[in-house]
């Protein structure tokens, strides 16, 4: 009817001199995003809306921080394992007996997130060390792989308290620690996730690094 009000959306091409006028019947239907840009940076466009990422990737004992529009989740203090498919108090029997033995995959690269679910999908969990004896293990294990100047995924973080721990297991860092100089630094206030790191042939050593980079991940498991 002539009472109803039509709102024109003009999308203008500029580059072609060309503009299309079409019309809408209420703005609301309208995408608020294509892409996570579209959105506010604690935001991330999930169909078509700017919402939340947490609830959707989140589950049960987790804390979740949005950063450029990526979701951080981590096991809330006293809670330990995978944060995607929840987190429970202490640790599983069988992480705690046994011989460990260090697995490092060499095939694919993947963001700190996905290395806990790779690892956790074959039985195992992402890397802890808790003794410079384990920090060499792992150390033999990539240096058979024969990759140089590489990174590899720990499942160390700084998240959600800001103090380093074991993030499958839920404990702090040994005093043992094999940072390389000058790191632990947090560059760009986005390093919160645990890598052995090589730069310019040196060897291996611990770099923080930006969780949703994609390296190698270490995984481990006991017999």
Same mark, same amino acid.
């Given at each position: 009817?002539?009472?109803?009000?039509?709102? *024109?959306?003009?999308?203008?091409? #500029?580059?072609?001199?060309?503009?299309?006028? &079409?019309? !809408? $019947?209420?703005?609301?239907?309208?995408?608020?995003?294509?892409?996570?840009?579209?959105?506010?940076?604690?935001?991330?466009?999930?169909?078509?809306?700017?919402?939340?990422?947490?609830?959707?990737?989140?589950?049960?004992?987790?804390?979740?921080?949005?950063?450029?529009?990526?979701?951080?989740?981590?096991?809330?203090?006293?809670?330990?394992?995978?944060?995607?498919?929840?987190?429970?108090?202490?640790?599983?029997?069988?992480?705690?007996?046994?011989?460990? *033995?260090?697995?490092?995959?060499? #095939?694919?690269?993947?963001?700190?997130?996905? &290395?806990? !679910? $790779?690892?956790?999908?074959?039985?195992?969990?992402?890397?802890?060390?808790?003794?410079?004896?384990?920090?060499?293990?792992?150390?033999?294990?990539?240096?058979?792989?024969?990759?140089?100047?590489?990174?590899?995924?720990?499942?160390?973080?700084?998240?959600?308290?800001?103090?380093?721990?074991?993030?499958?297991?839920?404990?702090?860092?040994?005093?043992?620690?094999?940072?390389?100089?000058?790191?632990?630094?947090?560059?760009?206030?986005?390093?919160?996730?645990?890598?052995?790191?090589?730069?310019?042939?040196?060897?291996?050593?611990?770099?923080?690094?930006?969780?949703?980079?994609?390296?190698?991940?270490?995984?481990?498991?006991?017999?």
């Amino acid at each position: 009817s002539a009472a109803r009000l039509f709102q *024109v959306l003009v999308l203008c091409v #500029f580059t072609n001199a060309i503009c299309i006028l &079409a019309g !809408v $019947h209420n703005l609301s239907t309208l995408p608020q995003c294509i892409t996570n840009e579209d959105c506010d940076d604690l935001r991330t466009c999930i169909e078509l809306k700017c919402q939340d990422p947490c609830p959707a990737v989140c589950q049960g004992n987790v804390s979740c921080e949005v950063h450029n529009h990526q979701p951080y989740c981590g096991c809330k203090p006293g809670f330990s394992g995978n944060p995607f498919t929840g987190c429970q108090q202490g640790c599983p029997d069988r992480f705690s007996l046994g011989r460990k *033995v260090y697995k490092v995959e060499r #095939f694919m690269k993947v963001n700190w997130f996905a &290395a806990i !679910v $790779h690892c956790q999908n074959h039985g195992w969990r992402l890397a802890t060390i808790n003794s410079k004896e384990e920090n060499d293990l792992i150390k033999e294990e990539i240096r058979k792989t024969r990759l140089r100047n590489d990174g590899f995924w720990t499942s160390g973080t700084s998240y959600p308290t800001g103090q380093w721990i074991w993030m499958v297991s839920g404990t702090p860092f040994p005093e043992f620690a094999d940072w390389e100089p000058g790191e632990p630094n947090n560059a760009h206030s986005n390093e919160h996730c645990l890598e052995f790191q090589e730069r310019n042939g040196n060897g291996y050593k611990w770099n923080d690094r930006s969780c949703v980079d994609k390296t190698f991940p270490i995984c481990e498991y006991f017999e």
